[in-house]
């Protein structure tokens, strides 16, 4: 019997690099990494029913691996956002914003 890939291990490898380089974007991140994430489980819950029918796992866990460093990354992101709305208001940060995007002559 010839042994195949395990399914969707190229979607979770994308994926879950997808969610780190988006991590910064107010959590955006998040959403591809939690797909990639339950995608990874499935593949490596149908690798450990049959192992002898797939070729290797390692992708899988990489991908795995790399989704939860991006949902780390989307969760603290999202905290530092929250943390600074908390202490110096939503209104202070939309000011500083504002003087930034003068600052280097970026139009609104």
Same mark, same amino acid.
């Given at each position: %019997?010839?042994?195949? !890939? ?35 489980? !499935?593949?490596? !819950? ?14 899988? &866990?990489?991908? &795995? ?27 202070? %940060? %939309? ?5 930034? %995007? ?7």
């Amino acid at each position: %019997m010839e042994q195949q !890939k395990l399914p969707n291990e190229t979607a979770i490898i994308v994926l879950s690099i997808f969610g780190i380089v988006c991590c910064w974007c107010f959590g955006l991140g998040l959403i591809p990494s939690v797909i990639a994430l339950v995608l990874a489980i !499935k593949a490596q !819950k149908l690798y450990r029913e049959n192992p002898e029918l797939y070729v290797n796992s390692s992708t899988i &866990k990489t991908g &795995k691996i790399l989704a939860i460093i991006g949902i780390v990354l989307g969760l603290y992101s999202i905290g530092s956002v929250i943390y600074q709305i908390t202490t110096i208001g939503f209104d202070e %940060m %939309m000011e500083q914003s504002r003087e930034l %995007m003068e600052q280097y002559g970026i139009e609104e």
